[in-house]
């Protein structure tokens, strides 16, 4: 009995040991068969991350964003559609796809790469995006993209560092509707900020989206807005944005509703559009940008070219339109446009009309008054003498100017106004150029870590250009019949070439020389000097200083040496009439005479009517200082004559005269 008790429990912990090890057995064989399957799994996501890479595509990449209120309402509806609450409450979490964060990660950190990782000016390749607009789905980016790679290599193959992606909707929407327009207040005004009130107790402290976690309780903003800004900052694998995501609250009704918050005094801070938050006043908005993928600034910020490329392939003929933004300067040169071609030569049109664009940078390392050297970018990765990034004798340059803040922020940047710089010569890599300017100041300034001077080589597309000129200040007041004269650049010949029409308006043709150095003049005073390069701009509109109130002081001064003169005339006349009475002992008749010199104008009447009017053209001309110089010298001059020819020796000499002939009583002394 007890031997068959033992057989049955011997059977029954063999039956157990082979079940578990079966159990083991098959887990073991099983799981190779998973790691394959995983394996696979990330390698297809790997390659088809790779192929979106090489076609340009790249829905979660910096460069394709759609950041507007219908994109924000997608993305909410999207959210809600994955389980995902599309209330926007701030405490919740957006679900993202982890093979999206993983690629929007990895374009973060190349866009926030450090700047110590930089090589030196001229051995530094550009930088470049190039955003597709298209109107034919047929055409893409991942139909262009290789043609496209293979036609810009052979010019930019060593200087160029070429990223092509579709555009965001809204760039690609700024381009549709008028792409000569587009500047960067457009096309980053979708990007969603953080907006806080300038009078905030801590808005000193608040510099980025932590800081106004850590001092603002409430954050007001759409339920499609905040799960957007949810969504894209889960892409960068931060779920709390910041910091702030639990701080975000919800308000019932659109973008207007929470800008009317604004005014309320219990508001601290919106989540807005960047192009709203320009707009909130009363009190000023101090815009924080958040730590967000598919922003348009942060494109902007990452790359040192990027090209706009509209395509109009369902026109016939075939349309491509292309306009160059140097990131720096936030500058948006001229549209340049080609037309005609087909489908298979599209990527070659596309190339060669971005070549005609791109304009290449010199820093410009030490600038005087009249001339500057500098370097040009990537110069020493040229090897072509006709490559397009290269510079020649005579090419002319725009210079421009951009002045950070301690946050980097630029408040001052752009062109200057009416100058250029034309290439003199090389130095080794060093660009040697003249510099023409119409104002004063220009690229001369102390040198520092948050001021950069730059120039940029101009293309000049249009036939000719019109310049207008009218009153500074006052666009409605047209300067009528200004004289225009032109200087040669090598010697000081001045040629008119006409007047300004009833508009203030002028056309200037395009010469053999690369600008023109053009001198306004009125009443035969130089205004101002306007360097041009016709066909740069259609228009080129100069604010000056009007010439009225000079000619009104001018006309007064002539008035005043015309009566000094008529008052000499009169004067020696009074003087040979007194003197003829004398002769003939006509005393009373003499002194007649002379109570009538005396009551002539005298020196101090007209000096102090002098002073009046002199502080009046003054104050008329208090911000213009070269006029009231001239002003000032007219009156200096007209003082000079008025004390060498009107004074009170005269009517002191015939006084005495008098009175000597009245002692003799017969005759006036000789």
Known sequence: MRFKLLI?????????????????????????????????????????????????????????????????????????????????????????????????????KKLNKSAEQELPWDYS???????????????????????????????????????????????????????AGMDYDT???????????????????????????????????????????????????????????????????????????????????????????????????????????????????????IFIVKLQA??????????????????????????????????????????????????????GARSATGLLRASGLI?????????KVGDVLEPMTRKNDRNGRPFVIGPIDWAFLNVTGFEGRNVKMDFYS??????????????????????????????????????????????LYEKELKSTKMTFIGRTDWDGRMRIEPTKDPFRLLYVKNGGAVLARLPIVPGLHEFDVADLSGDDTRLQAEAYIRGVQNAIIDLVAVRALFEARIELRLEREEFDKAQALMEALRNQPSNEQLANDMGKRQTYFNNLLARSANQRAKVDQMFGVTRELLTTHINGKLVRDLEAKVIAARKKGSKAPK
Do not use: C
Request: no cysteine.
């Open 8 to 108: 049955i429990v011997f059977l029954v912990v063999a039956v157990d040991h082979n079940v578990g090890w079966r159990s083991v057995v098959f887990a073991m064989q099983a799981a190779p068969g998973a790691d394959q399957a995983a394996s696979a799994g990330q390698a297809s996501g790997a390659d088809q991350a790779a192929g979106a890479d090489q076609a340009g595509e790249k829905p979660d990449s910096i460069v394709d964003a759609a950041t507007d209120s219908a994109a924000a309402a997608e993305n909410a509806g999207t959210l809600g559609a994955a389980g995902e609450s599309s209330e926007g409450n701030g405490g919740e979490v957006a679900e993202v796809d982890p093979d999206a964060v993983k690629v929007a990660i990895e374009n973060y």
């Open 125 to 179: 390749p550009y930088k470049v995006l190039i955003w597709l607009v298209s109107d034919s789905p047929e055409i893409s980016v991942s139909t262009i993209e290789q043609p496209l790679r293979k036609f810009l290599d052979r010019d930019y193959s060593a200087i160029w560092r070429v990223t092509i992606a579709k555009a965001p909707r809204a760039v690609a929407t700024a381009a549709q509707r008028n792409m």
């Open 187 to 305: 096309i980053t005004a979708a990007d969603p900020v953080l907006a806080v009130k300038r009078d905030h107790k801590d808005a000193i402290r608040i510099r980025v989206a932590e800081n106004v976690a850590q001092y603002v309780e409430k954050i007001y903003g759409t339920g499609g807005r905040i799960q957007e800004v949810k969504q894209r900052s889960a892409l960068l694998g931060d779920k709390t944005v910041s910091g702030v995501g639990p701080k975000l609250t919800v308000v019932d009704g659109d973008a207007v509703a929470v800008s009317e918050l604004w005014a309320e005094e219990k508001t601290e801070a919106v989540l807005v559009s960047r192009g709203t938050a320009r707009a909130l006043d009363e009190p000023e908005a101090k815009v924080i940008l958040p730590k967000l993928a598919n922003l348009v600034s942060r494109a902007v910020d990452a790359y040192d070219k």
């Open 314 to 367: 369902n026109e016939v003929p075939t349309k491509v339109s292309v306009v160059e933004m140097d990131t720096l300067m936030q500058h948006f040169g001229p549209v340049a446009e080609t037309e005609g071609g087909t489908r298979h030569t599209l990527p070659t049109t596309i190339g060669k009309t971005i070549t005609r664009a791109f304009a290449p940078v010199v820093r410009v390392d030490n600038a």
């Open 383 to 391: 090897m072509d003498e006709n490559s397009p990034a290269k510079l």
């Open 438 to 483: 119409g104002r004063a100041g220009g690229l001369q300034g102390r040198k520092n870590k948050r001021t950069f001077r730059m120039a940029l080589k101009v293309r000049p597309f249009e036939e000719a250009s019109t310049v207008r000129l009218h009153l500074q200040r006052d666009p409605s007041t047209p300067m009528i019949g200004y004289e």
